[in-house]
């Protein structure tokens, strides 16, 4: 099951610049899109949520970015912080007609460094 | 800041065993689910729960598992008989869920079942 992939396994940024994660879907009825970050053994945090009628979703230092058309989605945390450094995760959802549930993409570790 | 609780965090258990995996939802929150990780792979999801019922289910979830709201709040994830590939991280989440919005999902911090 590829419906949500993230095709960048690891990425390394320096403290301060920007972090761009990207992730790409197949299913078109998707209409909820999510990003968690996780640390090892704890369970994912949610971050920040765009609906399938927006485009950007802005929440401090983390902007979301949708392209419908494309079926892509991207993340961008500005500045990068060495606390930001975890897996990332997409997920998404059908919430019109759908159950909710969650499907995940295969997750980017990001290592921000000093 | 309300969170999801999910006990034991480790257990270890022999092939063939029942286990019951523990989870505390957000109080107002009326969806509740049940995803895994086996190491390695992707968070997949199991079921999901509403109403007191199963909303929905993945085909992992088989006749083994079942979930149970005992009470007003937990919410409970039973597999009958533990098979090796059932050794997981197993998260608990829940959702407020209202008309128009409040789609997120939220995690506890997962159960990590061992099968042996």
């Known amino acids: 099951d590829q419906q949500v992939k993230q095709n960048s396994p690891s990425l390394s940024v320096q403290e301060g610049r920007i972090s761009i994660l990207n992730c790409d879907y197949t299913?078109?009825?998707?209409?909820?899109f999510l990003w968690y970050k996780k640390y090892p053994a704890e369970g994912p945090t949610f971050l920040i949520s765009?609906?399938?009628?927006?485009d950007k979703n802005e929440d401090g230092r983390f902007t979301v970015f949708l392209n419908k058309s494309a079926k892509h989605l991207s993340l961008h945390i500005v500045p990068s912080q060495p606390g930001d450094s975890a897996v990332y995760f997409c997920?998404?959802?059908?919430?019109?007609?759908?159950?909710?549930?969650?499907?995940f993409g295969t997750g980017t570790q990001l290592k921000v460094e000093l | 800041e309300p969170e999801v609780t999910q006990t034991p965090s480790h257990q270890v258990t022999q092939m063939g065993q029942e286990v019951i995996l523990r989870c505390v939802p957000i109080?107002?929150?009326?969806?509740f689910y049940w995803y895994r990780q086996i190491l390695g792979q992707k968070v997949e999801f199991l079921v999901s729960?509403?109403?007191?019922?199963?909303?929905?289910k993945s085909e992992i979830f088989d006749d083994q598992f079942s979930v149970e709201r005992p009470d007003g709040s937990n919410f409970t994830l039973k597999i009958r008989s533990t098979k090796l590939e059932d050794s997981a991280m197993y998260f608990c989440?829940?959702?407020?869920?209202?008309?128009?919005?409040?789609?997120?999902?939220?995690f506890g911090p997962g159960t990590r079942l061992t099968v042996l």
């Open positions: 989440a829940s959702r407020r869920g209202l008309a128009g919005g409040l789609n997120e999902q939220f």
């Open positions: 299913n078109s009825m998707f209409d909820y």
């Open positions: 765009i609906s399938s009628i927006k």
């Open positions: 997920a998404a959802a059908r919430v019109t007609g759908g159950g909710n549930k969650l499907t």
């Open positions: 109080s107002n929150h009326l969806y």
């Open positions: 729960f509403y109403n007191n019922e199963i909303s929905e």
